[in-house]
């Protein structure tokens, strides 16, 4: 087999696999993992259910694989929180980054508050392995910018559930906010007047006004 059937077979079977995880993960935000089937997943594909099985053998090994790919997005959002970026830099852009992915990718966030909600059945593994790392790294980089006078102190970890926590509220509870709001769903104005606040209000805390 020539190297370009086989360049051709890969990106067919990547578009493939990305049609059905961008299927999958709008069927196991609606339903939940349970509830939700992969014949619904396949026919939101527009495929037949056996071609789905040949990419993902089981509903858990899909709903696996979406949910490492909500957590790797999540963390290649924070690239910026380098030792060479400036903590009030990295901040910001990490914040409206996190707000941007409510915005257009809220059915990640609700699949991720549901198996959390659920006790992490499937995630636990994969967040000790490389979530915890992950924001282990990143404490080491705040204790530098910390210790070299540029943000007060803060508890780093709790830090990052604070943004968490306001920023995927807008993916998670955004049905609550429209009502509360009156309109018909939210604005990206919504979202903006969203990061700014957040942002003024971890600014605030890490004393970097």
Same mark, same amino acid.
């Given at each position: 087999? @020539?190297?370009?059937? &086989?360049?051709? #077979? @890969?990106?067919?079977? /990547?578009?493939?696999? /990305?049609?059905? +995880?961008?299927?999958? /993960? *709008?069927?196991?935000?609606?339903?939940?993992?349970g509830a939700a089937t992969t014949?619904?997943?396949?026919?939101?594909?527009?495929?037949? #259910?056996?071609?789905?099985?040949?990419?993902?053998?089981? *509903?858990?090994? +899909?709903?696996?694989?979406?949910?490492?790919?909500?957590?790797?997005?999540?963390?290649?959002?924070?690239?910026?929180? =380098?030792?060479?970026?400036?903590?009030?830099?990295? +901040?910001?852009?990490?914040?409206?980054?996190?707000?941007?992915?409510?915005? =257009?990718?809220?059915?990640? @966030?609700?699949?991720?508050? *549901? /198996?959390?909600? @659920?006790?992490?059945?499937?995630? #636990? *593994?994969? +967040?000790?392995?490389?979530?915890?790392?992950?924001i282990n790294e990143k404490i080491?980089?705040?204790?530098?910018?910390?210790?070299?006078? #540029?943000?007060?102190?803060?508890?780093?970890?709790?830090?990052?559930? &604070?943004?968490?926590?306001?920023?995927?509220?807008?993916?998670?509870?955004? =049905?609550?906010?429209?009502?509360?709001?009156?309109?018909?769903?939210?604005?990206?104005?919504?979202?903006?007047?969203?990061?700014?606040?957040?942002?003024?209000?971890?600014?605030?805390?890490?004393?970097?006004?």
């Amino acid at each position: 087999m @020539s190297t370009q059937t &086989l360049k051709r #077979k @890969s990106r067919i079977r /990547e578009r493939n696999e /990305e049609t059905i +995880l961008k299927a999958a /993960e *709008k069927i196991f935000s609606q339903q939940g993992f349970g509830a939700a089937t992969t014949a619904e997943i396949a026919k939101s594909a527009g495929i037949p #259910k056996a071609n789905l099985h040949y990419y993902f053998n089981t *509903k858990e090994d +899909l709903y696996l694989r979406v949910l490492e790919n909500i957590l790797e997005t999540w963390l290649i959002a924070a690239e910026d929180f =380098t030792a060479e970026h400036e903590p009030k830099e990295a +901040l910001e852009n990490y914040i409206r980054t996190k707000i941007e992915l409510s915005r =257009t990718c809220p059915e990640a @966030s609700k699949i991720f508050a *549901k /198996e959390i909600i @659920s006790g992490a059945p499937f995630l #636990k *593994k994969h +967040l000790d392995k490389n979530v915890n790392p992950w924001i282990n790294e990143k404490i080491k980089i705040f204790e530098g910018w910390i210790a070299d006078g #540029k943000m007060a102190p803060v508890d780093v970890r709790h830090l990052f559930f &604070l943004i968490w926590s306001m920023t995927q509220t807008y993916a998670d509870f955004n =049905t609550q906010m429209t009502i509360v709001l009156e309109k018909n769903k939210l604005e990206k104005q919504d979202y903006e007047t969203a990061a700014e606040m957040i942002i003024n209000m971890t600014f605030s805390l890490c004393k970097l006004n």
